[in-house]
């Protein structure tokens, strides 16, 4: 007896689609899976085999022969312990085979037959719409709440499932319902004093998404201002949503909740190794620069990561996403991320206060050094910081996060008009074909770039980062015209290209 099943594997965040065939023969009893499953799916044959039982069907003393086709694409996980299951049932008599099919089926099975949490099914239901449902464990109903788009049927158990197939009973499940997003917990920027420059900053940073490098001496709130920035962000698209719940979904060491409905802030440690940044392992996982995706990637002390691993973030700055290449497969995930570094300006942390710092010229380039051109390129803002003084703590209200978001959001809505028929969203992403019919300069603007352009040496990619700064900095004054003021702005924030390199 003979019969075929419907699943899903991932191949990076792609999901294909799998056969589940099932082979019931006269034979010496056996029990075997092919089509290059890992240990997790060749563990299955005892769950099968006691789920079957403990629902209370026999299980047949025949030769067993389970085949997931693709032959050649690895699979990975519990979630083929269902349609296992089913198959054999249906090989036995016990459901019609006609009625396993147009359907798909995911589900790791308990030694009593309940259906258990799937790790990693996110992508493999938020793929293109179809009508085949999808039969999946009662337990993944809250992160796949989101996916409207497509029909799934929850269930508790194997039994359920054999009812369902056998008479059309579907058990009324209580499902989750996603509530309003709560107010951000993340501190204000109300909370920080004498630094209303470098808010100005991060606002052209947030409302432009330009990738920015924060200098200053230890205790200057490099740190803080930085966790800071996802509350002046604005806030996920539906879409968006469900693109970062694909990527979370698969990190399984992350015990995150899902959906992701907010921004991600991610921070790792200087120590974090190049495949801890970049994703990877046998078979490959995101990392923090996907995980990072949609929202900020934060580096402390930046010049104390590993120089190769600083190296791998080129592709995903300039591209968006970071290919993963193995032996026999490519996977790419998406890592579009707002990247903002946080250094000291020299070994010791304190230059250029002559009263701490005894740190020479080339020590300091040195250290600095560190920092490739080719990375430095690719950060449009360079902002510093100082120590606040007394002064500072007595003074009236600050820039809150709300007034700061209010400016980030006015700047993003100029941006939507203006891509509205692009690929593109954002002014950090206006591709250098483009950027003479949206970066459109007065006379003033143009002159004063070309003799900052003549007498910098910066490279061409520095020059098409300060027109899209410029370009931000116009659209937060509401203006269609880059003007002497927001190019002399954006200047100013090239601080590594005329402090340090020259």
Same mark, same amino acid.
């Given at each position: 007896?003979?019969?075929?099943?419907?699943?899903?594997?991932?191949?990076?965040?792609?999901?294909?689609?799998?056969?589940?065939?099932?082979?019931?023969?006269?034979?010496?009893?056996?029990?075997?899976?092919?089509?290059?499953?890992?240990?997790?799916?060749?563990?299955?044959?005892?769950?099968?085999?006691?789920?079957?039982?403990?629902?209370?069907?026999?299980?047949?003393?025949? /030769? @067993?022969?389970?085949?997931?086709?693709?032959?050649?694409?690895?699979?990975?996980?519990?979630?083929?312990?269902?349609?296992?299951?089913?198959?054999?049932?249906?090989?036995?008599?016990?459901?019609?085979?006609?009625?396993?099919?147009?359907?798909?089926?995911?589900?790791? $099975? &308990?030694?009593?037959?309940?259906?258990?949490?799937?790790?990693?099914?996110?992508?493999?239901?938020?793929?293109?719409?179809?009508?085949?449902?999808? @039969?999946?464990?009662?337990?993944?109903?809250?992160?796949?709440?989101?996916?409207?788009? !497509?029909?799934?049927?929850?269930?508790?158990?194997?039994?359920?499932?054999?009812?369902?197939?056998?008479?059309?009973?579907?058990?009324?499940?209580?499902?989750?319902?996603?509530?309003?997003?709560?107010?951000?917990?993340?501190?204000?920027?109300?909370?920080?004093?004498?630094?209303?420059?470098?808010?100005?900053?991060?606002? @052209?940073?947030?409302?432009?998404?330009?990738?920015?490098?924060?200098?200053?001496?230890?205790?200057?709130?490099?740190? %803080?201002?930085?966790?800071?920035?996802?509350?002046?962000?604005?806030?996920?698209?539906?879409?968006?949503?469900?693109?970062?719940?694909? @990527?979370?979904?698969?990190?399984?060491?992350?015990?995150?909740?899902?959906?992701?409905?907010? /921004?991600?802030?991610?921070?790792?440690?200087?120590?974090?190794?190049?495949? #801890?940044?970049? #994703?990877?392992?046998?078979?490959?996982?995101?990392?923090?620069?996907?995980? &990072?995706?949609? #929202?900020?990637?934060?580096?402390?002390?930046?010049?104390?990561?590993?120089?190769?691993? $600083?190296?791998?973030?080129?592709?995903?700055?300039?591209?968006?996403?970071?290919?993963?290449?193995?032996?026999?497969?490519?996977?790419?995930?998406?890592?579009?991320?707002?990247?903002?570094?946080?250094?000291?300006?020299?070994? *010791?942390?304190?230059?250029?206060?002559?009263?701490?710092?005894?740190?020479?010229?080339?020590?300091?380039? /040195?250290?600095?050094?560190?920092?490739?051109?080719?990375?430095?390129?690719?950060?449009?803002?360079?902002?510093? %910081?100082?120590?606040?003084?007394?002064?500072?703590?007595?003074?009236?209200?600050?820039?809150?996060?709300?007034?700061?978001?209010? *400016?980030?959001?006015?700047?993003?809505? *100029? !941006?939507?008009?203006?891509?509205?028929?692009?690929?593109?969203?954002?002014?950090?992403?206006?591709?250098?074909?483009?950027?003479?019919?949206?970066?459109?300069?007065?006379?003033?603007?143009?002159?004063?770039?070309?003799?900052?352009?003549?007498?910098?040496?910066?490279?061409?990619?520095?020059?098409?980062?300060?027109?899209?700064?410029?370009?931000?900095?116009?659209?937060?004054?509401?203006?269609?015209?880059?003007?002497?003021?927001?190019?002399?702005?954006?200047?100013?924030?090239?601080?590594?290209?005329?402090?340090?390199?020259?």
């Amino acid at each position: 007896m003979f019969c075929k099943l419907i699943s899903y594997c991932l191949n990076g965040l792609e999901s294909v689609q799998v056969g589940v065939e099932v082979d019931l023969c006269d034979g010496l009893p056996s029990f075997d899976i092919v089509g290059l499953p890992d240990s997790a799916v060749r563990e299955s044959k005892e769950r099968v085999k006691s789920a079957i039982k403990n629902s209370g069907y026999d299980f047949p003393i025949k /030769r @067993i022969t389970i085949n997931l086709a693709p032959a050649d694409i690895r699979k990975e996980g519990s979630l083929y312990d269902l349609p296992i299951a089913l198959g054999i049932l249906g090989c036995m008599g016990l459901i019609n085979p006609s009625h396993l099919k147009e359907k798909i089926f995911l589900g790791e $099975l &308990a030694l009593d037959g309940a259906l258990h949490h799937v790790s990693g099914i996110v992508p493999l239901v938020y793929g293109p719409r179809h009508p085949t449902p999808y @039969i999946v464990p009662l337990e993944n109903a809250t992160e796949l709440v989101i996916a409207r788009h !497509q029909t799934c049927l929850y269930f508790h158990s194997l039994k359920e499932v054999v009812t369902y197939l056998n008479t059309d009973y579907l058990p009324i499940q209580p499902l989750p319902i996603l509530q309003p997003t709560p107010p951000s917990a993340l501190e204000d920027y109300g909370d920080v004093k004498g630094q209303e420059d470098v808010k100005r900053g991060l606002v @052209i940073a947030a409302a432009g998404h330009h990738n920015t490098l924060l200098i200053g001496p230890p205790g200057c709130g490099k740190t %803080m201002m930085s966790k800071r920035l996802p509350t002046i962000l604005p806030p996920l698209s539906e879409e968006e949503q469900i693109e970062l719940t694909k @990527i979370y979904s698969l990190a399984t060491y992350l015990k995150v909740p899902l959906p992701i409905r907010e /921004r991600p802030f991610r921070a790792p440690h200087h120590t974090t190794s190049i495949a #801890g940044l970049a #994703g990877g392992g046998s078979h490959p996982k995101p990392g923090e620069l996907s995980l &990072a995706h949609l #929202g900020v990637l934060f580096l402390d002390e930046l010049l104390e990561f590993n120089k190769k691993a $600083l190296e791998t973030m080129r592709q995903p700055l300039e591209d968006g996403c970071i290919t993963l290449a193995r032996s026999n497969d490519h996977m790419t995930f998406p890592s579009k991320f707002l990247f903002i570094a946080a250094t000291n300006p020299c070994p *010791c942390g304190y230059y250029p206060d002559t009263t701490k710092c005894h740190c020479d010229l080339p020590s300091i380039r /040195r250290y600095l050094g560190k920092l490739s051109g080719p990375l430095l390129d690719r950060v449009d803002i360079n902002l510093e %910081m100082h120590p606040v003084s007394f002064s500072h703590f007595s003074v009236g209200p600050c820039l809150t996060s709300a007034q700061m978001r209010e *400016c980030v959001l006015k700047a993003r809505a *100029c !941006q939507d008009i203006r891509y509205e028929k692009e690929s593109f969203s954002s002014n950090h992403e206006i591709p250098a074909h483009l950027l003479s019919l949206y970066c459109p300069l007065t006379p003033e603007a143009e002159t004063l770039l070309k003799t900052w352009f003549d007498h910098s040496g910066a490279s061409a990619r520095s020059y098409t980062r300060v027109l899209r700064v410029a370009r931000t900095i116009s659209d937060l004054k509401a203006q269609q015209l880059i003007d002497e003021d927001a190019m002399c702005e954006a200047l100013s924030y090239r601080l590594l290209d005329r402090q340090f390199w020259n």
